[in-house]
């Protein structure tokens, strides 16, 4: 296991189901992710890469192996330590973006900020206006979410996911619902942030120019990653 | 301001309906709450201070003796078993009582009635009254009878020994006013003629239907009595301790001593009653928001599965979740309480402008409510409870809602 990697698991087990239906979502399943890296996790439907997602993301606890976030096995925290890391170290980005849709996008951007609470209410929106302002949503701060059109809700997702400056940023998916062409452009807004900061990020696709541009892609089948390979090496 | 308060700030802003539907609830609770205890205990009150004001907090009347028992060890204790007494009419030495009274801190005066019961006429009308042979100075002391007086004048009667004050009722029935005449009739069947000086009003039904006061010495004359004082009045700092001091001058007299409770006893547990059931009967009301409130938040929960969801991705602890729809119960609960006691306060001054002829157990012309500010506590206290409870449980439900089955339902 590599010593600078932000986030990894060993031998990630899980199920999912009781008794009759039960099923063997994830086998096995080892990562990393380093930062400054891409990594895209591909696989026809329900091999389990949202599982794992949930999982790398502290959102569900896994059957067997473990998950270390910065070198500390993280696993088998309680559920307050889980949201504080949750909080600090990562930030989600939804397929369908999950926006409160009464509030409006600068206040949506500001909902970790102020579970994490160390900035005062006009640092907050201040670094809220500029997180929107990057994602080119400067003029629509005061909108409510659910007037935004799709891609500019994706986009107020993305903002909202780099609100506290996380170390990796989970995507399930996050151009999924989105035409090719505001698509790529979220794609390549989040990769440069992601390169700029030297984060990490690690997304769920099914859009195969999206995964060949990850520096990493990873091919789940049956619960299991069956091949992973850099850029360039096919 | 925490996460969570500004979150269920905002998630009641946006659901004006049913926040209003919650706030009415609570609102209609503490109000309708707040003016049947002042209602119910405004009742018993009026009762209470014209009691006291007419009869006392605490009288001594007949003095007893312990019967014989035939029994060669006399008994150790000083108390005599109220069934082995035996009673003579009237205070011997009533004087020497209220002299060694005085000098208890609660007594604050004390007076001798020479009571007794005789018949009344006053042209065609006659009644059964009963006679207060009181001493003017010591009555006006003790009692609120200058207060009470609703025609003609104390100075009348003061200065005039062939005068009464005859109850409101009663004049009534004997068709008198003040400066008329009115005939008593001795036990030796001669009546004697008084001039009304005054009416009184206590607003006790018993009292004000039966009562005439005259002078002391004259009641004396009339009723042929051997003694002064056929019982002693007492007005007390604190009426509250009244049955303590009873107890206490029944053993240093040797007199029968009566609180104002324990005379009054069946008239207050009536009261009590009425209190108790009008109090269940609105903390259902309160109990009923207390379910729409569930309702509400319960429905809540259900729409913002989605919301707190995400919250809990972005690092939002349970007890946050659950903090968010405690504090939605929080601000309805606070919020219904306060503007219900506002609202409770006007019905009750509302109700005491209704006027209402009634001449029963009390004689009133409106709605007597009475203002007492642990109305406002309990029904706080029992909106503030029935809301925490509505709200806990969806609070619960939502903070244990986990939250990759909902974040799932877009993708697998």
């Known amino acids: 296991m590599k010593p600078d990697a932000f986030l990894s698991c060993q031998d990630i087990e899980r199920y999912l189901g009781e008794d009759e239906s039960r099923v063997h979502a994830l086998r096995g399943v080892s990562l990393e992710v380093e930062p400054g890296?891409?990594?895209?996790?591909?696989?026809?439907?329900?091999?389990?890469?949202?599982?794992?997602?949930?999982i790398l993301g502290l959102l569900d606890h896994p059957d067997g192996g473990f998950v270390?976030?910065?070198?500390?096995?993280?696993?088998?925290?309680?559920?307050?330590?889980?949201?504080?890391?949750?909080?600090?170290?990562?930030?989600?980005?939804?397929?369908?973006?999950?926006?409160?849709?009464?509030?409006?996008?600068?206040?949506?951007?500001?909902?970790?900020?102020?579970?994490?609470?160390?900035?005062?209410?006009?640092?907050?929106?201040?670094?809220?206006?500029?997180?929107?302002?990057?994602?080119?949503?400067?003029?629509?701060?005061?909108?409510?979410?659910?007037?935004?059109?799709?891609?500019?809700?994706?986009?107020?997702?993305?903002?909202?996911?780099?609100?506290?400056?996380?170390?990796?940023?989970l995507a399930d998916e996050p151009t999924g619902n989105l035409d090719t062409k505001n698509s790529r452009r979220a794609f390549e807004l989040l990769q440069s942030i992601v390169h700029q900061n030297?984060?990490?990020?690690?997304?769920?696709?099914?859009n195969p120019a999206i995964a060949e541009a990850c520096d990493w892609i990873h091919e789940m089948q049956d619960g299991r990653i069956i091949a992973s390979h850099s850029r360039g090496l096919g | 301001m925490t996460p969570p308060l500004y979150i269920a700030l905002r998630f009641l802003a946006h659901r004006k309906r049913a926040l209003l539907l919650s706030l009415s609830g609570v609102v209609c609770g503490v109000a309708f709450f707040i003016c049947m205890q002042a209602q119910t205990q405004g009742f018993a009150k009026y009762f209470i201070d014209s009691t006291l004001g007419s009869n006392g907090a605490l009288i001594i009347r007949s003095r007893f003796e312990p019967r014989q028992i035939n029994s060669i060890v006399p008994t150790k204790t000083s108390n005599t078993n109220v069934a082995?007494?035996?009673?003579?009419?009237?205070?011997?030495?009533?004087?020497?009582?209220?002299?060694?009274?005085?000098?208890?801190?609660?007594?604050?005066?004390?007076?001798p009635v020479l009571r007794g019961t005789l018949s009344a006429r006053s042209g065609f009308e006659n009644a059964t009254v009963e006679l207060y042979g009181i001493d003017p100075a010591l009555h006006l002391q003790t009692t609120d009878l200058a207060h009470q007086i609703a025609g003609g004048s104390l100075y009348d009667f003061r200065n005039r020994p062939d005068s009464v004050i005859v109850g409101s009722r009663l004049a009534e029935t004997l068709n008198v006013e003040v400066g008329d005449t009115v005939q008593l009739l001795s036990p030796g069947a001669q009546y004697?003629?008084?001039?009304?000086?005054?009416?009184?009003?206590?607003?006790?039904?018993?009292?004000?239907?039966?009562?005439?006061?005259?002078?002391?010495?004259?009641?004396?004359?009339?009723?042929?009595?051997?003694?002064?004082?056929?019982?002693?009045?007492?007005?007390?700092?604190?009426?509250?301790?009244?049955?303590?001091?009873?107890?206490h001058f029944e053993n240093l007299f040797q007199h029968d001593a009566a609180s104002w409770q324990e005379r009054e006893a069946s008239t207050l547990h009536l009261f009590l009653t009425l209190r108790l059931s009008a109090a269940i009967t609105v903390s259902l009301v309160i109990l009923l928001a207390g379910f729409g409130i569930f309702n509400v938040l319960t429905m809540t929960v259900l729409s913002k599965m989605k919301e707190i969801a995400?919250?809990?991705?972005?690092?939002?602890?349970?007890?946050?979740?659950?903090?968010?729809?405690?504090?939605?119960?929080?601000?309805?609960?606070?919020?219904?309480?306060?503007?219900?006691?506002?609202?409770?306060?006007?019905?009750?001054?509302?109700?005491?402008?209704?006027?209402?002829?009634?001449?029963?157990?009390?004689?009133?012309?409106?709605?007597?409510?009475?203002?007492?500010?642990?109305?406002?506590?309990?029904?706080?206290?029992?909106?503030?409870?029935?809301?925490?409870?509505?709200?806990?449980?969806?609070?619960?439900?939502?903070?244990?809602?986990?939250?990759?089955?909902?974040?799932?339902?877009?993708?697998?």
């Open chain 1, 37 to 54: 890296s891409v990594h895209a996790v591909v696989g026809p439907s329900g091999c389990g890469k949202s599982t794992l997602l949930y």
């Open chain 1, 68 to 169: 270390m976030l910065e070198a500390e096995a993280v696993s088998h925290l309680p559920d307050d330590q889980l949201a504080r890391r949750r909080n600090e170290f990562i930030g989600f980005i939804f397929q369908f973006h999950f926006l409160m849709e009464d509030f409006t996008a600068q206040e949506n951007v500001m909902i970790p900020m102020r579970r994490l609470g160390r900035l005062p209410e006009t640092a907050m929106r201040d670094r809220a206006a500029g997180l929107l302002e990057a994602v080119g949503l400067s003029d629509k701060l005061q909108r409510a979410s659910r007037h935004l059109s799709g891609g500019e809700q994706q986009r107020v997702a993305i903002a909202r996911a780099l609100a506290n400056d996380p170390r990796v940023v």
């Open chain 1, 198 to 206: 030297q984060m990490a990020m690690l997304l769920v696709t099914h």
């Open chain 2, 84 to 111: 082995h007494r035996q009673y003579f009419e009237g205070i011997t030495n009533a004087n020497e009582i209220m002299r060694v009274s005085r000098q208890f801190s609660n007594v604050v005066s004390c007076s």
């Open chain 2, 192 to 247: 004697r003629r008084f001039g009304v000086a005054a009416i009184a009003k206590s607003g006790v039904g018993a009292i004000d239907s039966t009562r005439v006061y005259c002078h002391a010495r004259v009641a004396q004359t009339l009723l042929r009595k051997p003694y002064a004082a056929s019982l002693i009045i007492y007005k007390l700092r604190d009426p509250d301790r009244a049955p303590a001091l009873a107890q």
């Open chain 2, 310 to 412: 995400i919250l809990r991705s972005m690092g939002y602890r349970r007890r946050d979740i659950s903090a968010i729809f405690l504090w939605q119960g929080g601000m309805i609960a606070a919020v219904g309480s306060l503007v219900g006691c506002m609202a409770g306060a006007f019905l009750s001054w509302g109700v005491s402008k209704i006027p209402i002829h009634l001449r029963g157990l009390l004689s009133t012309d409106y709605f007597v409510v009475a203002w007492d500010w642990r109305h406002y506590v309990w029904a706080i206290l029992l909106a503030m409870i029935s809301v925490f409870i509505a709200s806990y449980v969806p609070a619960r439900r939502a903070a244990q809602l986990p939250p990759v089955t909902t974040l799932r339902g877009s993708s697998v």
